[in-house]
């Protein structure tokens, strides 16, 4: 069934059943009015860390919060009717072991309402993800590029070249085998990410990967041309939305300075109190 058709929100055991079937789509959201714009076109909405950067002006997400991530949970769950909602494990919450990260997990799903945690980390993150699973957290895996990572990865860089595509791949077959029900696979050479795709039984999520994958993401802002810091390779800005609200501000700047706005239809009548 397409995105438009579906009257009510996928849950993850729909989402691994499109293993090798129509590409699912998904896009990062922050804000209610933003999921309500790709509600029902995406297959599942993302609340991804990347909201320190997009919406908060943090350097990188590693000083995004449990809170800060329910608060956006929750905005983003009010605008979304047939998309299901995935929502970020920040950094620090599920890396100490199992048990940190379920009551973590547990906290932010029953909280925000989300059907799906995701997290980063491949085989060192297996047992965590098994535990997860086991009762009852969906898991969305996240391995290649891990942004909460960058510090020992020595930046944002590409991942799993030359000889490290063995360990990329054993950490997709770990993530899978331990019970997640899709793997995003970040900024992997794109033969890399066609073999992962070929090989473990789960949708895998491409960004930055290849368009062989099971589904693709970007974050939002970067695909509407909101976020203009800077622009990575993998980002295709389907709208220039920075542009025109630079221009529009510029225009209503010049209309307040000359008096033309607010114009007589925008003002109120002392005579009629209906206008």
Do not use: W
């Not at 795709?197 to 062989?212: H, K, L, R, W």
């Not at 510029?250 to 109120?268: K, L, M, T």
Request: proline letters at 5%.
């Amino acid at each position: 069934m397409s995105a438009t058709a579906r009257k009510t929100a996928p849950m993850p055991q729909d989402i691994l059943a499109r293993k090798g079937g129509t590409p699912l789509v998904s896009l990062t959201a922050y804000t209610t009015p933003m999921a309500q714009v790709m509600d029902g076109i995406c297959d599942f909405v993302l609340v991804g860390d990347s909201v320190g950067m997009v919406l908060h002006g943090l350097t990188s997400t590693l000083d995004v919060t449990l809170d800060m991530m329910v608060l956006h949970g929750k905005a983003v769950k009010r605008g979304l009717k047939q998309s299901m909602m995935v929502i970020d494990m920040p950094f620090g919450s599920y890396e100490e072991g199992p048990q940190q990260a379920f009551r973590n997990a547990a906290h932010l799903m029953r909280e925000t309402g989300a059907g799906a945690v995701k997290l980063e980390g491949g085989v060192e993150m297996a047992e965590t993800i098994a535990f997860l699973t086991k009762r009852g957290i969906p898991v969305m895996a996240h391995i290649g590029l891990t942004p909460q990572s960058i510090h020992t990865l020595g930046g944002y860089k590409v991942q799993g070249r030359g000889e490290a595509a063995d360990q990329m791949m054993a950490d997709a077959v770990a993530v899978a085998k331990a019970g997640a029900f899709s793997v995003v696979l970040e900024k992997v050479p794109e033969t890399l990410a066609d073999q992962i795709t070929a090989e473990v039984a789960i949708p895998t999520i491409g960004i930055g990967a290849s368009a062989n994958c099971d589904g693709q993401i970007l974050v939002v802002d970067d695909m509407l041309g909101l976020f203009t810091a800077f622009k990575a390779k993998f980002v295709k800005r389907f709208a220039q939305l920075g542009d025109d609200a630079k221009l529009a501000v510029q225009a209503y700047a010049d209309e307040v300075q000359a008096r033309s706005f607010p114009a007589p239809e925008h003002v109120f009548s002392d005579k009629n109190p209906n206008t």
